[in-house]
């Protein structure tokens, strides 16, 4: 019997989320696309791969509509119909860099709410959805080097990213003493050539000094492509060892 996969993709119409959306129909996975907006181009990819997506459109800024949203329609499932399920906390903002001084206060609670809050109301809603169901449970949340390495002007982006880090290690160890136990990474996954470098590149040298080395890092050609980053960070969520390391780069060895 075909084993049975169920993922659920934050951002997927974009960039990163939208390239693993795609190879993972593409494996015949079951598909729960959480976006802004809906792909028609991933609805023909689902079709010629025989696979089910699901899209919603989502405004992630609002994360207790989203995880209530997750919470129900977890319960209209059913619990023994798939070997693995997978949470892929993608969707984030790097908004407008500048200085914290500077910053918009709705502007910097939208990022926040979009980078922090959403990922860890999410994955409370999956995890507690999914308590009682038989295949093997998975979180992947999609960090980043600036969670890990500050940078000037990107404050509410960095400190989204070191929270996902610290709550993902943080339910690793509560889910380490569960049945099932879920397991969970917060993973680099490299640089990636998406709409996120292009806003790095197009900010004012003013406001984010750091922009030469967005410049220079595309002018050079450093930058990972979409569909090579997502194949990348799929082929760390299918190790043996997924969630040995919490906190993991897709360039750690196997």
């Not at 979009?114 to 507690?128: H, K, Q, R, W």
């Not at 050079?220 to 492509?225: A, V």
Request: hydrophobic share 45%; with cysteine.
């Amino acid at each position: 019997m075909t084993a049975s996969h169920l993922t659920l993709i934050t951002g997927a119409s974009r960039g990163l989320g939208r390239a693993m959306a795609e190879q993972l129909l593409q494996a015949g996975h079951t598909v729960l696309g959480i976006s802004r907006k809906q792909d028609a181009q991933l609805a023909d990819v689902a079709k010629a791969a025989r696979a089910e997506l699901v899209q919603w459109e989502q405004d992630l800024s609002d994360p207790v509509a989203a995880s209530t949203r997750v919470s129900a329609w977890l319960k209209t499932l059913d619990a023994q119909r798939f070997d693995s399920v997978t949470l892929i906390n993608n969707a984030g903002t790097v908004g407008n860099p500048a200085p914290l001084a500077s910053a918009v206060p709705a502007e910097l609670a939208q990022a926040l709410r979009i980078g922090l809050e959403a990922p860890m109301l999410l994955t409370a809603a999956f995890l507690n959805g999914t308590r009682e169901w038989r295949g093997a449970r998975k979180v992947l949340n999609i960090s980043s080097g600036l969670g890990r390495n500050a940078m000037g002007s990107q404050a509410p982006y960095c400190a989204a990213k070191a929270g996902m880090d610290r709550f993902s290690q943080a339910v690793a160890l509560e889910e380490a003493g569960t049945p099932n136990g879920a397991r969970i990474v917060s993973l680099a996954p490299g640089i990636i050539d998406t709409d996120m470098q292009v806003q790095l590149r197009g900010a004012s040298a003013e406001n984010f000094p750091d922009r030469t080395r967005f410049v220079s890092m595309k002018e050079e050609g450093r930058l990972d492509s979409p569909a090579s980053a997502a194949a990348k960070v799929l082929k760390y969520l299918a190790r043996e060892d997924f969630g040995a390391n919490p906190v993991a780069d897709v360039r750690d060895p196997a």
